[in-house]
């Protein structure tokens, strides 16, 4: 069995503060980690991945995520947040013992003001 | 194609019809999987299909969803007899292989609304 859990519903941040979001896994191999963010009226949107190697994952549009496997953690980062990454996302998983489906957390709504 | 292509975009359906949604995967992609996203809600997933087999369909809500996919490309999600709580946005994704080793690519979705 896999599952995420993502615990904060909304993070709200200021423009150019660093950004946080929090993602913890359970899985019964070893974990391939997503994230992935969604605009309004959109589709998902490819952000970074976690397969194997280093533990600090960089991906698109200035955010990383550190694979932490005592913590069974893959918080997603970024140093100064934009308004424009105002948008909801997903952390996802899957287990290296199990085939094909992605288990999505819940969702985190991220919101910047300026 | 470029993308994963979803359509329609936009569906209005009345309670008891059946309906088909489309998924077109990115040309080569292996692996094709069907999400339902409620209002508010995180991804549901509803079936995976790795060629033309599905091994996975555990996510199904009822037998009145149905899902094939033919020449290991073009995918349809039926839904038969409607009802309200089956308005969602209905998101397809593509892989190249079944691992997701080089990530999952998802369409723009379908959303469907059952009046």
């Known amino acids: 069995a896999q599952s995420v859990a993502q615990p904060e519903d909304q993070v709200n941040v200021a423009e150019g503060n660093p950004l946080t979001v929090k993602c913890t896994y359970s899985?019964?191999?070893?974990?391939?980690l997503f994230w992935y963010v969604q605009y309004p009226n959109r589709g998902l949107q490819f952000l970074l991945k976690?397969?194997?190697?280093?533990?600090l994952v960089k991906g698109s549009y200035g955010f990383e995520a550190e694979f932490n496997k005592s913590q069974t953690s893959f918080h997603l980062k970024k140093p100064s947040a934009l308004v424009s990454d105002s948008a909801l996302y997903f952390c996802?998983?899957?287990?290296?013992?199990?085939?094909?489906?992605?288990?999505f957390g819940a969702g985190t709504q991220v919101v910047v003001t300026p | 194609g470029a993308g994963v292509s979803q359509s329609p975009s936009n569906k209005v359906t009345e309670k008891g019809k059946d309906v088909e949604l489309r998924c077109d995967p990115i040309?080569?992609?292996?692996?094709l999987y069907w999400y339902r996203q409620s209002l508010g809600q995180g991804l549901e997933f509803l079936i995976y299909?790795?060629?033309?087999?599905?091994?996975?369909k555990s996510g199904l809500p009822s037998d009145r969803f149905s899902a094939e996919r033919t020449g290991g490309s073009v995918s349809t999600l039926t839904i038969q007899r409607t009802q309200q709580e089956d308005s969602a946005v209905y998101l397809c994704?593509?892989?190249?292989?079944?691992?997701?080793?080089?990530?999952?690519?998802f369409g723009s979705g379908t959303r469907l609304t059952v009046v």
């Open positions: 299909f790795q060629g033309n087999s599905a091994p996975d």
């Open positions: 994704a593509s892989s190249l292989d079944s691992q997701g080793l080089y990530g999952y690519t």
């Open positions: 996802a998983v899957r287990s290296t013992d199990s085939w094909g489906k992605l288990q």
């Open positions: 976690y397969i194997t190697g280093d533990n």
């Open positions: 899985v019964s191999g070893n974990p391939y």
């Open positions: 040309s080569g992609h292996t692996a």
